[in-house]
């Protein structure tokens, strides 16, 4: 009989996020082992119980008592990994997401959930993703790479006097964190501050474009390669879809299916079907989509804005969500992602 070993916690920037996937993701398998990758790179061998009795995941961090603990993942898949087994990848950012763990297990010969390694690392840096996209046809926002040199400012004053609004992000990093906004030119100069002091790493600029936010889950089934229903996000005025409002709903709220036209259901299916593949994605993703307003067609020009390879899987998350409204149970769900990750292993 198959292992199945769910992997979660790891070095991201969605690390609670990922202890509460992992939460909904073990209720669904009762006999999978549960590895809690820590902050600092060790691997906790953790009982069922004490994961599904935490609370609170998104807002306090997970500290059980381990059955056994390995310094690092490279040692706990030496020690106790048999061949047959499959990690579920509950995992969220960092390198847990960006390819890198994606790359070791298939040196290692382990099979997994999820995108392999080149499609990790492509649909993690978001400029890979646009340019990809772009390539095919797909609408993508106006955008620049910064790094706080001298021609920072130029590249940003240029783009914000363009379309009079800009966000500004992490090139790799996911859950809205790191995003900021330029709409004054205080904003603009306390932006170049903030990306001088990181020392040269790279942010995307983008312009910010007005409209309906939707996000949209690809699912390999049996039957072939699906979009499931839109979700739409919408915010309270003033607020962004930041953190606290994906994951504790502070002035932000998820509806599902999206009540939106069937032509722009479609162009935002067509997207994440069109990014699914374009990226070389595996099993399942999520892709986020602006329908513009204004004088924009919305059954033409739905904007792609990023796609996540291991979205969130939590209780409350956009795929369960979709799921639902497309009457597709998360057993089904997980035990078609076990089936695929075999399946890769074995080719």
């Given at each position: 009989m198959t292992a199945v070993i769910v992997l979660f916690g790891g070095d991201g920037s969605e690390h609670r996020v990922s202890v509460a996937s992992a939460q909904?993701?073990?209720?669904?398998?009762?006999?999978?082992?549960?590895?809690?990758?820590?902050r600092d790179g060790a691997v906790h061998d953790v009982e069922r119980n004490a994961l599904l009795r935490f609370e609170r995941p998104f807002e306090r961090d997970f500290s059980p008592t381990p059955r056994s603990i390995w310094p690092d993942i490279g040692r706990a898949f030496e020690d106790n990994v048999a061949r047959e087994s499959v990690f579920f990848l509950a995992l969220h950012g960092g390198s847990g997401e960006n390819g890198t763990l994606q790359n070791r297990l298939e040196t290692c010969g382990y099979a997994f959930t999820g995108s392999g390694s080149e499609a990790s690392c492509a649909a993690f840096d978001k400029v890979r993703a646009k340019e990809a996209l772009s390539a095919q046809g797909v609408c993508v926002a106006d955008a620049c790479l910064v790094d706080g040199d001298s021609a920072t400012h130029e590249k940003l004053a240029h783009l914000f006097e363009t379309h009079g609004k800009v966000v500004v992000k992490p090139v790799a990093d996911g859950s809205s964190h790191g995003v900021r906004f330029i709409e004054t030119e205080k904003d603009l100069d306390a932006v170049i501050v903030d990306i001088r002091r990181q020392g040269g790493a790279k942010v995307l600029a983008e312009a910010f474009i007005t409209g309906r936010e939707l996000t949209v889950a690809v699912?390999?089934?049996?039957?072939?390669?699906?979009?499931?229903p839109c979700s739409e996000v919408c915010l309270e005025e003033g607020r962004t879809f930041d953190y606290e409002g994906k994951y504790l709903g502070k002035g932000t709220l998820e509806l599902t299916p999206a009540p939106v036209s069937d032509d722009v259901a479609s162009a935002a299916q067509s997207v994440a079907l069109t990014a699914h593949e374009a990226l070389g994605c595996y099993g399942y993703s999520r892709t986020d989509i602006i329908i513009p307003g204004g004088p924009y067609r919305a059954d033409r020009d739905a904007v792609f804005l990023e796609l996540n390879t291991l979205p969130g899987l939590t209780a409350a998350s956009f795929i369960p969500q979709q799921l639902e409204a497309a009457r597709i149970e998360m057993d089904r769900f997980l035990a078609r992602q076990i089936e695929l990750a075999l399946a890769r292993s074995r080719r």
């Amino acid at each position: 009989m198959t292992a199945v070993i769910v992997l979660f916690g790891g070095d991201g920037s969605e690390h609670r996020v990922s202890v509460a996937s992992a939460q909904n993701v073990t209720s669904h398998l009762a006999e999978a082992r549960l590895w809690f990758w820590t902050r600092d790179g060790a691997v906790h061998d953790v009982e069922r119980n004490a994961l599904l009795r935490f609370e609170r995941p998104f807002e306090r961090d997970f500290s059980p008592t381990p059955r056994s603990i390995w310094p690092d993942i490279g040692r706990a898949f030496e020690d106790n990994v048999a061949r047959e087994s499959v990690f579920f990848l509950a995992l969220h950012g960092g390198s847990g997401e960006n390819g890198t763990l994606q790359n070791r297990l298939e040196t290692c010969g382990y099979a997994f959930t999820g995108s392999g390694s080149e499609a990790s690392c492509a649909a993690f840096d978001k400029v890979r993703a646009k340019e990809a996209l772009s390539a095919q046809g797909v609408c993508v926002a106006d955008a620049c790479l910064v790094d706080g040199d001298s021609a920072t400012h130029e590249k940003l004053a240029h783009l914000f006097e363009t379309h009079g609004k800009v966000v500004v992000k992490p090139v790799a990093d996911g859950s809205s964190h790191g995003v900021r906004f330029i709409e004054t030119e205080k904003d603009l100069d306390a932006v170049i501050v903030d990306i001088r002091r990181q020392g040269g790493a790279k942010v995307l600029a983008e312009a910010f474009i007005t409209g309906r936010e939707l996000t949209v889950a690809v699912y390999e089934s049996p039957d072939g390669r699906t979009a499931l229903p839109c979700s739409e996000v919408c915010l309270e005025e003033g607020r962004t879809f930041d953190y606290e409002g994906k994951y504790l709903g502070k002035g932000t709220l998820e509806l599902t299916p999206a009540p939106v036209s069937d032509d722009v259901a479609s162009a935002a299916q067509s997207v994440a079907l069109t990014a699914h593949e374009a990226l070389g994605c595996y099993g399942y993703s999520r892709t986020d989509i602006i329908i513009p307003g204004g004088p924009y067609r919305a059954d033409r020009d739905a904007v792609f804005l990023e796609l996540n390879t291991l979205p969130g899987l939590t209780a409350a998350s956009f795929i369960p969500q979709q799921l639902e409204a497309a009457r597709i149970e998360m057993d089904r769900f997980l035990a078609r992602q076990i089936e695929l990750a075999l399946a890769r292993s074995r080719r």
